[in-house]
């Protein structure tokens, strides 16, 4: 592959990754998920298993991610 189709390859992930954040912000999703899916393509690694999204299952806090300082 050329290097002007890798450099607008990566142009149009970073478009897209903007498009993503925008919708996300519109519908006032701010899951795991979204969260998720900013970091995957704000990022240059390659998930394999990176779909199916939303995984339901993956949503919400974890245990080990609840702020515990807010517990009375």
Do not use: T
Request: charge should be negative; aromatic fraction near 8%.
């Amino acid at each position: 592959m050329a290097e002007q189709d890798v450099a607008e390859l990566k142009q149009k992930i970073a478009q897209a990754r903007e498009v993503i954040a925008h919708l996300i912000e519109k519908a006032a999703f701010n899951g795991a998920e979204a969260h998720r899916a900013l970091d995957y393509f704000g990022s240059n690694a390659f998930e394999r298993n990176f779909l199916p999204w939303p995984r339901h299952d993956d949503e919400g806090l974890r245990p080990d991610q609840l702020n515990a300082a807010n517990d009375d």
